[in-house]
């Protein structure tokens, strides 16, 4: 037993000490990010910040929220991810619901059907004359129409009702219940764990989209909050470049002369744009762990 316990304490002391490293690890350079928006650009551009501002300010955030164009495009995003998750949701839990019957009449051949455009594509050229073809373009339904439905993701949701007992639906039906009664009052509240899963990949994925934008938007008021912070990221490395170059032919004042600088307004970014991820999460932990580990599973 004294083996066992000696072990075991150092076992839990190395797992302890990875962990804590693992987690410095990944927290520092966010923490570094946020005290980069956090402190004042010029001040940031002498180097030497870490996790704390040496030069608190908020004037870095009040550059973002003063732009209209970006609180619009706040408001875009959000619709987007509500709208598109919830699209998603229902359209991927009911073709698990119905691809989880195993007397489905041609349910093999549809999954593999399905399956193919797992492996091929037809490319970025074919899918913007379809979306063209469709009326997508520059129209808000491109956001939320494409990723209706995930092959992947309804395979999950599939995977997890295969484990929930066959007999609570059999009772069901013995009841009189009908399809849609044992899918909404039995099925769908114990299968909350995936529903939240798959709604947080889902969500996390239309959040940090910005490649839809980029390749079938042209309209400004359709621009959403990524997007517009890609192009200000480009923005602001030509602008560092300029300052660069000022600085290297003698202009030495022009630090003295700037308060928010692109590296610090780039940070600032960061932390706006991840924020609402971060306040969702720990809401959805405990049924993302579960969503996951039973979903992924089958017995």
């Known amino acids: ?67 209209p164009a970006m609180i619009k495009a706040f408001f875009v995003s959000v619709a987007r991810v509500i709208a598109g998750t919830l699209l998603a949701l229902i359209v991927q839990f009911f073709a698990a619901y119905t691809f989880a019957k195993r007397d489905l009449t041609g349910r093999t051949p549809l999954l593999v059907y399905f399956m193919i455009p797992m492996f091929f594509g037809g490319g970025l050229i074919p899918t913007y004359l379809l979306f063209s073809k469709l009326g997508l373009l520059n129209h808000f339904l491109v956001y939320v129409l494409p990723g209706a439905f995930a092959f992947f993701n309804m395979i999950i949701i599939r995977t997890y009702l295969y484990s929930l007992p066959d007999s609570l639906q059999e009772s069901a039906r013995i009841d009189g219940a009908g399809e849609f009664t044992i899918l909404f009052r039995i099925v769908m509240p114990l ?11 889902t969500a996390v994925g239309q959040w940090n989209d910005w490649t839809t934008t980029l390749n079938f938007v042209t309209d400004p008021d359709l621009y959403t909050l990524q997007y517009k912070l890609m192009q200000l990221i480009k923005e602001s ?4 470049a300029m300052i660069q170059q000022a600085i290297e032919r003698g202009e030495t004042d022009i630090s003295s002369q700037i308060s928010v600088t692109p590296e610090s307004i780039r940070a600032a970014q960061v932390i706006v744009t991840t924020i609402p991820i971060i306040l969702v999460y720990p809401f959805l932990q405990k049924y993302f762990i579960k969503g996951v580990l039973i979903g992924s599973v089958k017995e």
């Open 1 to 67: 037993m004294n083996y066992r316990s000696k072990a075991y304490t150092i076992f839990t002391c190395f797992n302890i000490m990875a962990m804590a490293l693992l987690a410095a690890a990944t927290t520092f350079p966010y923490l570094n990010t946020l005290a980069v928006a956090l402190n004042d650009g010029a001040d940031t551009m002498l180097g030497g910040i870490t996790i704390f501002p040496r030069e608190p300010t908020l004037d870095n955030f009040r550059s973002i929220v003063q732009e």
């Open 191 to 201: 299968s909350m764990p995936i529903v939240a899963t798959i709604g947080l990949w």
């Open 237 to 240: 490395d030509m602008l560092a």
